[in-house]
T-cell receptor, first 116, second 112 residues
Framework: EPEVTQTPSHQVTQMGQEVILRCVPISNHLYFYWYRQILGQKVEFLVSFYNNEISEKSEIFDDQFSVERPDGSNFTLKIRSTKLEDSAMYFC??????????????FGEGSRLTVL | GNSVTQMEGPVTLSEEAFLTINCTYTATGYPSLFWYVQYPGEGLQLLLKATKADDKGSNKGFEATYRKETTSFHLEKGSVQVSDSAVYFCASGGGGYQKVTFGTGTKLQVIP
């Protein structure tokens, strides 16, 4: 069964360092998302991406964050200068054309980011 | 936009007990409704969904009915098992919005 894959599964970084989280969405999906979950808290929307541009972003997704689809398969989230409060589990998700209309997303296993 | 409110946890039940986790939604359009489950140390998995009013989603013994009149989508299971211990998220999506909006999650612990 097709699945969304994320790397790394866990990354530890120093405050102020740049981090890139990588995702490989399901191959025929066209809508891509990043969510995050601070430990024990709710799952928060960060950004959605379609047709090589951001279609929606939350207030969490400030200038320190960026997303990119550098080739036909990867979808990346970059945090330019990490802060302690960026420590969270980051989930990538994707959706096909038909499913995006009804909001059904397929999630990866998550990348845990720890900022020291 | 869409928003979802679900009951606070944690919920602790004995094995074979009946489970209800309440969820209500607000939406400007006609969203689809979902229950996602997160097992310990894992990502989010879609448990069930309903795309229009009066639809019933079901999977693994869990059920939820899309009630437009009460704007609710309560999750139920007749007899829980220890393996059902997880965090359950109610969510809404679609209805003109591409993203899915999650509730705060309800932790369920089932004890033998």
């Amino acid at each position: 069964e097709p699945e969304v894959t994320q790397t790394p599964s866990h990354q530890v970084t120093q405050m102020g360092q740049e981090v890139i989280l990588r995702c490989v969405p399901i191959s025929n999906h066209l809508y891509f998302y990043w969510y995050r979950q601070i430990l024990g808290q709710k799952v928060e929307f960060l950004v959605s991406f379609y047709n090589n541009e951001i279609s929606e972003k939350s207030e969490i997704f400030d200038d320190q964050f960026s997303v990119e689809r550098p080739d036909g398969s990867n979808f990346t989230l970059k945090i330019r200068s990490t802060k302690l409060e960026d420590s969270a589990m980051y989930f990538c998700a994707s959706s096909s054309t038909n499913l995006a209309g009804v909001g059904e997303l397929f999630f990866g296993e998550g990348s845990r980011l720890t900022v020291l | 936009g869409n928003s979802v409110t679900q009951m606070e946890g944690p919920v602790t039940l004995s094995e074979e007990a009946f489970l209800t986790i309440n969820c209500t939604y607000t939406a400007t359009g006609y969203p689809s409704l979902f229950w996602y489950v997160q097992y310990p140390g894992e990502g989010l998995q879609l448990l069930l969904k309903a795309t229009k009013a009066d639809d019933k989603g079901s999977n693994k013994g869990f059920e939820a009915t899309y009630r437009k009149e009460t704007t609710s989508f309560h999750l139920e299971k007749g007899s829980v098992q220890v393996s059902d211990s997880a965090v359950y998220f109610c969510a809404s999506g679609g209805g003109g919005y591409q993203k899915v909006t999650f509730g705060t999650g309800t932790k369920l612990q089932v004890i033998p």
